[in-house]
């Protein structure tokens, strides 16, 4: 490999092939003259916008902090290695119920996180965009289901999603583009055990092709998904929208680390002061998108103040950071006499989404789903030492029967809490810009679910024959809601449109701009709603109402 | 080696056809011919995917045995006593309808039975009628070989049930292929073909079956299908180029990618179907 890891690719009229060992691709270069939208991240958010803004006609400038990789020849069968996807950069985090940050909710590579996401492509439920109104809890969102449902169409077509040809729960869909995968050995437990206890399960819808699609390999079942798919099957960000924005003329711009978002005299934002190749540098542009999922997508605001706007940029609501939301991610573990192997393949290839889609029987609001389990081993040595506490020669003798060990585990929806919050710390970081603080606690609801669904998955688990089955409690994954979209400038921080209320060249489209989370992974609305804040940012752009 | 085995029987139908000999005579050459490129294509077909399958099962080697002796009898063109090619052909018969019932079994067991998932992945419900057909088709041959030449009924008999096999044979192979390229999401528009081609071919040899007169179609749309399993069979090995590590990691995608022996059998059908129509032809001037 002639490049090191930690070099800048995107340069030079050109960027890196993701799907071709030592490939690039031509890429237009925009200098730091002014561009018509600068985006400050690439992941499910950013990338989307990118390709589609560029496809538009606009001049993009699309910047990540973190490196462009071409998984087949940078990625390695190895957990420990492949940590460079995640954010590790410093936090503050605090609250009763710190969040465990770095890993599962966070991504540090041009794609983002979906470079090491785990594929699950759900919608929401339809009711779930309108929980205040039909179900008591939560906040609605501006926008209704049935666009939605269009959208999630557009994105799941791009990610040539596989899933079952029936889905058991919500409005008839249309299929998905390609068949699913078989299961493996863990998602028929998931399989058994739903059918013992009378509830439907499926096949999950699955960010990994099960067809060859253009210069990628169908998926080979290798279970590293978590970590980063070295085959590009996984349709992440990475090879799916970003060489699509480049295609388009738009500019990808690799290691750029963007510390603040400069505003002019009335009030617009005029352009981003990022660091890059080891210097502050600026880039002009109409309009800022800021896509840089629930931490630091507040971070940037809050590091935005300015004289007029005080306490963060778009931020008149005193609304940004505040709602952050996680999604619980509690489990239900057992031994079974077959060897299960569940690392091999994609980890959650069956779902449930009984409990998102059926109100009755719970004790608290929100909604659930969950699926089965594939850990690599260390993931499974640290869920054994940290989640069950075991250690020395118990921890072991029990990895030795990792091959016959059997879980689910849940999605399940946070309450949106204005107390559970992102702000600044005093303490600054490589750049010198001032640590994220992460404050985080759960409420009753939250605990209500967790108790709810692990009794489930546990008597699931022992539908199926399963024994010494255990609970883990401890875990959280996806982030959202520190931006909320909303219908009002007094109670969220940007419009239907991801545009927002105070600085109307300033827009926000990722996960912060949840009003709930719902109880399903998040990327494929997150991708949705940035393939709509397109088309209206298209249509506002011909009404001259940019 | 696989090449070899689907051949050699090739080579002795052309020779055989360009001898002169009667109508009988010729036909059989055309089932028999048939009948071997069939085995061959369940031999290479279930000889991978029983690998991949581990032989968990050990009756799962009792098609390799079956398919092999099959091979072996039509592909050697009457060079064996009738009882020996008798055994044969029924024993293929018998494997086939075994795995037949196997794979049925095998699948309703799995978790939510004959679901879609499970009719996708999981024993081919079809597949073992290939061997049936290798039998019926080796038997017909066997019986026309035994026919006074020239006796009309047992010629219009025999074309008929050779014309029905065919037709009903490329019928499920259609539906396997269908089901399998519905599995690929049709993601090359060629994986439409199958589905296409053999269709109209099982339908016009049906009809003339029906009519006991043969259309002036079906030999062309034979023909497309004999080719057609070829060019499938070459359209698989592309498809096995496209997974991870391509042609240079062979091990694993012969296994992972579409099975390369699988549309072969199509030729083999369509090689059987020119026998039937012989038949059908001579029925009155013979």
């Avoid at chain 1, 890196?16 to 690039?24: F, R």
């Avoid at chain 1, 538009?56 to 400038?61: D, K, L, Q, R, T």
């Avoid at chain 1, 996401?117 to 779930?128: E, G, I, K, T």
Wanted: hydrophobic share 40%; net charge positive.
């Amino acid at each position: 490999m002639a490049e090191d890891d930690a070099d800048i690719r995107c340069a030079g009229g050109r960027a890196p092939d993701p799907l071709v060992p030592g490939g690039w691709l031509e890429m237009r270069e925009y200098g730091e003259e002014p561009v018509d939208f600068v985006i400050v991240g690439t992941g499910a958010g950013g990338a989307p916008l990118a390709a589609r803004l560029a496809e538009a006609g606009f001049s993009v400038v699309a910047m990540d902090a973190g490196p462009f990789w071409r998984p087949l020849e940078d990625f390695a069968s190895d957990e420990s290695h492949q940590s460079k996807l995640f954010w590790t950069d410093d936090r503050i985090v605090d609250g009763d119920d710190p969040i465990v940050l770095g890993s599962n909710n966070s991504g540090k590579s041009v794609g983002g996180s979906t470079v090491h996401f785990a594929m699950v492509s759900l919608r929401f439920r339809p009711d779930h965009f309108r929980s205040r109104s039909l179900l008591g809890y939560g906040a609605d969102w501006p926008i209704d289901w049935r666009e939605m449902w269009d959208y999630y169409r557009e994105v799941e077509r791009v990610l040539h999603i596989s899933g079952p040809v029936s889905y058991p729960w919500g409005p008839k869909r249309p299929r998905y583009p390609l068949r699913a995968h078989p299961l493996n050995a863990a998602a028929d437990y998931l399989a058994r055990g739903a059918e013992a206890l009378g509830i439907d399960w499926a096949e999950t819808p699955i960010a990994t092709l099960s067809a060859p699609i253009g210069k990628a390999h169908p998926c080979v079942y290798r279970g590293f998904c978590v970590t980063g798919c070295s085959t590009n099957a996984k349709q992440s960000a990475l090879v799916t929208w970003i060489p699509r924005a480049l295609r388009a003329g738009a500019e990808v711009r690799d290691r750029a680390m963007v510390g603040r978002i400069e505003t002019g005299p009335n009030g617009l934002a005029t352009g981003v002061h990022y660091h890059r190749g080891g210097q502050w540098r600026f880039q002009r542009a109409r309009a800022v998108i800021v896509a840089g999922y629930a931490i630091e997508t507040p971070r940037l605001l809050l590091a935005s103040a300015t004289a007029d706007q005080p306490d963060g940029l778009a931020n008149s609501s005193g609304l940004v950071g505040r709602n952050l939301m996680i999604q619980l991610n509690q489990a239900a573990w057992g031994q079974v006499d077959d060897e299960v192997r569940s690392y091999k393949g994609p980890p959650s290839l069956a779902v449930s989404e009984h409990w998102n889609y059926r109100d009755e029987g719970k004790d608290y609001h929100g909604g659930w789903s969950y699926m089965s389990q594939g850990p690599l081993p260390v993931t499974w040595a640290k869920t054994l030492a940290g989640g069950r506490g075991l250690w020395g020669r118990e921890l072991l003798d029990e990895m030795e029967r990792a091959n016959h060990s059997v879980g689910l585990k849940m999605v399940g929806e946070a309450l949106p809490n204005a107390a559970n919050r992102v702000t600044l710390a005093d303490e600054t970081d490589q750049y010198g810009l001032r640590i994220p603080r992460v404050t985080h606690s759960y409420s009753d609801n939250e605990r209500a679910m967790m108790r709810h669904a692990t009794r489930f998955m546990e008597d699931s688990l022992k539908a199926t024959g399963a024994r010494e089955t255990w609970r883990e409690m401890g875990d959280t994954c996806h982030l959202g809601g520190t931006a909320r979209m909303g219908f009002d400038r007094t109670t969220s921080v940007v419009d239907a449109d991801c545009r927002s209320w105070d600085v109307p060249n300033l827009w926000i489209c990722d996960g912060s701009v949840f009003p709930t989370v719902g109880g399903v992974n998040p990327s494929l609305t997150i991708q949705a709603i940035a393939c709509r804040t397109a088309d209206r940012i298209v249509a506002m752009s011909r009404q001259g109402a940019l | 080696m696989r090449g070899r085995s689907l051949a050699l029987p090739l080579v002795r139908i052309l020779l055989r056809i360009a001898r002169p000999a009667s109508r009988e005579a010729r036909a059989a050459t055309f089932f028999t011919g048939g009948a071997a490129v069939l085995a061959g294509s369940v031999l290479a077909d279930s000889a991978t995917e029983h690998y991949r399958g581990s032989f968990r099962n050990p009756a799962m080697v009792l098609p390799l045995l079956s398919a092999s002796a099959s091979l072996i009898i039509n592909g050697g063109g009457g060079s064996f006593s009738r009882k020996t090619a008798d055994v044969v052909h029924v024993a293929a018969g018998a494997v086939g309808l075994g795995g037949l019932g196997f794979h049925a079994w095998n699948v309703g067991r799995q978790t939510g039975g004959y679901r879609l998932g499970n009719l996708l992945y999981k024993a081919p419900l079809g597949a073992p009628g290939a061997l049936v057909l290798t039998g019926l088709l080796g038997a017909i041959a066997g019986a026309l070989r035994e026919s006074r030449a020239g006796a009309v009924v047992p010629r219009l008999v025999t074309g008929r049930a050779a014309g029905a096999v065919v037709a009903f044979g490329l019928a499920g192979t259609v539906a396997e292929a269908g089901l399998l390229h519905f599995r690929g999401a049709f993601h090359n528009p060629a994986m439409w073909l199958p589905v296409s081609i053999p269709p109209l071919t099982a339908l016009s040899l049906a009809r003339d079956v029906a009519r006991a007169i043969p259309s002036p179609a079906t030999p062309y749309l034979l023909a497309m299908t004999a080719t057609l399993g070829l060019a499938g069979a070459a359209f698989h090995a592309w498809g096995v180029s496209r997974n991870m590590g391509g042609w240079r990691n062979w091990r694993q995608n012969l296994l992972a990618g579409p099975p390369i022996p699988a549309p072969p059998s199509f030729t083999g059908l369509a090689i059987a179907g020119f026998g039937a129509l012989l038949l059908l032809k001579g029925r009155t001037h013979g």
